[in-house]
């Protein structure tokens, strides 16, 4: 582990940028101070750790005040109203409720009769824009596979706005935000961000303003596969706690001692370790799962959500117990060893115990569909006996998804003071007979199935076959 | 040759004919689903008799002596069939040793015979099965050469004959991944093809140890002897070349081939932008089994990919079933399909009625299979492959609650099933769930 950590900081310490860092910038101080502080004019200084330096640009597009009527609504926290009305209007939420609610005269109204009306579409796991299409090697910017942990990378730099997969999420899935992970290749993969679903110039354009940042972790086969294979740690599975808890006793000696140089990879520890970075953790089997959460509490972290969590119904009292989220797919099972045992009651089983289900993609084509992926896993419940309402399904990829992304205050419901991120589906969208009609982000209208140029279009696709079809 | 022509047709007549166990079975109230492209009969009847398919829709007479099973108003359909498919062929894909669907260390590839190494117990087939696939092409894939091996159509009843047609198609990919495996260009790939049928051409009607020139590079075999001698059949007509293409472009040169090759008995594979060049693919009348819902430019060569390629294909007249090895396993068949019909809302989109895309997953890729008539369908002669779902087949929630193969009732358990009911409940308060069976 000491090498691989010295490797980095040897990189980092290849700017002369980061040298004058390290001399100004104590660990937790923040950059703010460092730079403020300062007396020395000609001192460099980079900004703190603190300071958001990538900060988001993102500003709502503008929109009209708009409301739908007499639809049925699906409020995202299990709530359900027959024939109602979604009244928005500055990007927010102004009011839901029934067929009685006061619509203001002179907005726009559309007639929701016989359609559905959802919070907008959340995905907690995604490769987008760091797995773009086209896949070709030049954009395989997931993986930062040269040492297993990882935790100073940032996948929002690997980000591409133009990946056209953005705008297929929007217009057949319904997608308003998401969460663009880091891959499994590494035990600590790095950090994720947080995206607002609007085509941009830059990733900084999308960026959800005030989400935490997301860490993510990966268990089992993967990084032993990929180290092992290299003849280096890990290359088992106690390899990867090993390294796992060497790599966090570090960090915590790096939080506590005020004297250490600036380290981007424990930045991002200290920061999981104080509660301000979500901890996503990429892992199958339950019986690992149960040492991960004690290996979390051992070293005072929490983790908030296991992703691909085939085998979280063997564990659902644990996983309600510890308070964490499972991620999960509907019908994914047996592509490799840790799969073997999936199940497509998986959701419903979690459900029982009353342990948290969200339901993800980590697909560029299933993030289109996730409203039927939830429906399968809420079919497969309903046969062993276990009734899971409609509304309550819709949450597994509205609110239960926004909450473990730590933006449930602000989206992932339809609530007044919400923002304004809506979908209106020209039927149930527990159907797979249903699409999204409208989409709204903040708001404003960013897709629109009845008219052509209300859909967006990456540059990538600009003069190729098939621009600008409806796809 | 002739003697693999022979064999393949006496082994179709043994596997579609009545198994030992065959039931006769007379489902009634059904909302039936002929499979061949129509729309649903209410209150229709199906009846098999001997394994096969007697009569099925409305009107059909009660036989004497056959136990009716009420079906309660519920879809009765043809058992779906899914093309392509590894099915039997790996139980674990990232589990090297369990999988066999590649034979990249081989010096063979269009020799490679599928139906030699079926497991008809694998999960994945109980899996498929429970999910209403009784039949499926399954096939090794291209790896060392561009050829993939000769593929075969299976059924899922788990006995000890789940071959149905051996050899039933040749698998060669002239798409960006054959280039590559060609050596690093689809020039090189066209080459490669043309190279292999003039040696099968040449090896045709002659019989003994086959003397062909060899394709080697490095340790890598392109071509070997026997993979010449097993192109024969294709090149002659008599075994169907599949071919995995998906930009225009390749396309277009997949069906230029029949100028130079006339006799080969081609089918599209993928075809992700076959919508841009459907009239062409029509008037060749090559049949495509086309990736359902990729709308992605996931290379170069799928940049027009939209999930409205089948509709505009099947508009513009050409055969299309719905490819299994594009869904994320093929028991997502069903809600490809019904993804399709579901285009049919979407302003600009094109999309399949009810009927046709349910053909897509049934008669279709049985017809493509050399089982028109056969399978796929609930027509007078065709196999008693049947299912009774528990909603409409097509959307995401149903499941079958009967399926029968050649009049047998099978059993819809698996490991899967076996999870779901220790799983049922977390409680272990008398014992461990390990002895929860």
Known sequence: MTTNFARGLGLAMAGAWALAACTTTSSDSGGAQAGAASTKAAALAAKGPRDDPFASTYAP???????????????????????????????????VGGPDTPIPADIAVFDGTGKFVTPGIID???????????????????????????????????????????????????????QILPGSANLMGGRSVTLKNVPARTVQQMKFPGAPYGFKMACGENPKRVYGGRGRMPSTRMGNFAVNRQTWLDAIEYANNEKARRDLAKETLVGV?????????????????ALVMDMAKEMGYKVTAFHHAVEAYKIGDLLRENDVCSAIWADWYGFKMEAYDGIMENAAYLAREGACVVIHSDDANDIQRLNQEAAKAQAAGRRMGINIPDATVIGWITHNPAKAMGIGDVTGSLEVGKMADVVLWNGNPLSVYSRPEKVWIDGALMFDAMNPKTRPVSDFELGQPGAGDVK | MRRFVALAASAVAVALAAPALAQDVFITNARVVI??????????????????????????????????????????????????TSLGLADVDAVGESNDVRAGGAPFSASLDASLAINSTSQNILVHRAAGITRAATTTLPSGSIFGGQGAIIDL??????????????????????????????????????????????????????????????????????????????????QKLYVMAERAADIRSVLALKAEFPRLDLVLVGASEGWLVAAEIAAAKVPVIANGLDDLPETFQKLASTQSNIGRMKAA????????????????????????????????????????AFAAISSVPASISGLAGRAGVLAPGAVGDVVIWDGDPLEVGSVPAK??????????????SGLRQRYRDLDESARPKAFDW
Not at chain 2, 56 to 83: C, E, I, K
Not at chain 2, 410 to 416: G, K, M, T, V
């Open chain 2, 317 to 356: 007249g050409v055969t299309v079933a719905i490819n299994a090895e594009a869904a994320q396993n093929p028991r997502r068949l069903s809600q490809t399909a019904g993804n399709l019909v579901a285009l049919t809302k979407v302003p600009g989109a094109a999309g399949l009625s009810w009927g046709e």
């Open chain 2, 403 to 416: 399926v029968f193969i050649s009049g047998v009732e099978q059993s819809l358990e698996s490991h899967q």
């Open chain 2, 35 to 84: 499979g061949d492209g129509g729309e649903p009969i209410e209150g229709g009847s199906v009846l098999v008799r001997g394994g096969r398919v007697v009569a099925a829709g409305s009107g059909v007479a009660a036989p004497a002596g056959v136990p009716s099973m009420d079906a309660d108003g519920r879809w009765v359909t043809p058992g779906l069939f899914a093309t392509l």
């Open chain 1, 273 to 289: 370790l104080r509660g301000e970075i979500l901890v996503h953790n990429h892992c199958y089997r339950a019986d690992e799962m």
């Open chain 1, 61 to 95: 597009y503008p929109n009209i005040a708009t409301a739908i009527r007499g639809a049925t609504i699906y409020d995202g926290k299990g709530g359900k109203i027959e024939n109602g009305v979604v009244f928005m209007s500055g990007g927010k939420i102004v009011s």
């Open chain 1, 124 to 178: 907690i796991h995604s490769h987008l824009g760091n797995y773009p299409t086209p896949g070709v090697d030049a954009h395989s910017d997931g993986n930062e596979a040269t040492s297993p942990t990882t935790p100073d990378v940032w996948a929002e730099h690997s980000v591409w706005p133009q990946d056209p997969g953005f705008t297929r999420a929007l217009a057949n899935g319904g997608i308003t935000a998401l």
């Open chain 2, 157 to 238: 009843d788990g006995d000890a004959n789940a071959v149905t047609l051996p050899r039933a198609f040749q698998l060669v990919d002239l798409s960006e991944g054959g280039g590559r495996i060609a050596g690093g260009s689809r020039v090189a790939a066209q080459v490669l093809l043309r190279g292999a049928l003039r040696e099968a051409q040449a090896l045709a009607g002659r019989s003994g140890m086959p003397a062909t020139t060899e394709i080697i590079k490095g340790d890598k075999v392109m071509l070997g002897r026997f993979d010449a001698e097993a192109l024969v059949p294709v090149v002659t007509g008599r």
